[in-house]
C-alpha cells in the first residue's frame, strides 16, 4: 500500500526558482528582439538612405554643369511633404578638381535624427561631356 505521508512533490522554493529562471530567459529574449528591431529599422534607413544617394548621384552626372544643394524628400526620392513618415535630408556638393571634371559627394541623412538613423555619404566623379 502507498504510504499519504511521503513528499513526492515540489517544494515552494523549488517552485520560486523555477519562476525566477523562466522570468529572467524570457527578459533576455524581449531584449535582444527589441535590439534586432532597432537594427533592422536602421538596415532600413540605410538602404533607401543609399538607393535616394545614388539616385542623386547618378542625376548630378548627367548634368551638364551640376552645382551644390540640398532638399528633403521621401523614400522614393520624391520632394517630401508635410505628413510623409519617413523622410531624408539629402545635401550634395560639386568640388572642381580640373577643368571639366569635378569630385560630387552627396549625404542623405534619414529624419527623425535617432537611433537608427546614420547618415549615408555617396562620393563620385564627374567629367563634362565633350562635343
Known amino acids: 500500500m502507498r504510504d499519504i505521508t511521503a513528499d513526492t512533490g515540489f517544494s515552494l522554493l523549488e517552485s520560486l526558482f523555477a ?3 523562466l522570468g ?6 524581449g531584449h535582444v528582439s527589441s535590439g534586432a528591431i ?7 534607413n540605410r538602404t533607401l538612405a543609399t538607393t535616394i544617394a545614388v539616385a542623386k548621384l547618378e542625376e548630378l552626372r548627367s548634368s551638364i554643369a551640376p552645382v551644390d544643394g540640398a532638399d528633403t524628400v ?5 520632394p517630401a511633404v508635410d505628413g510623409t513618415s519617413r523622410r531624408f ?15 560630387l ?10 537611433v537608427a538613423s546614420r547618415e549615408v555619404r555617396m ?7 565633350r562635343r
Open 24 to 29: 529572467t530567459a524570457l527578459l533576455s529574449i
Open 105 to 114: 559627394t552627396v549625404s542623405v541623412t534619414p529624419f527623425p535624427r535617432g
Open 74 to 78: 521621401d523614400s522614393r526620392g520624391e
Open 38 to 44: 532597432v537594427l533592422m529599422a536602421d538596415a532600413r
Open 19 to 21: 519562476c525566477a529562471l
Open 89 to 103: 535630408e539629402r545635401r550634395w556638393s560639386v568640388t572642381a578638381v580640373a577643368p571639366g571634371a569635378a569630385i
Open 123 to 129: 562620393i563620385g566623379g564627374w567629367t563634362a561631356v
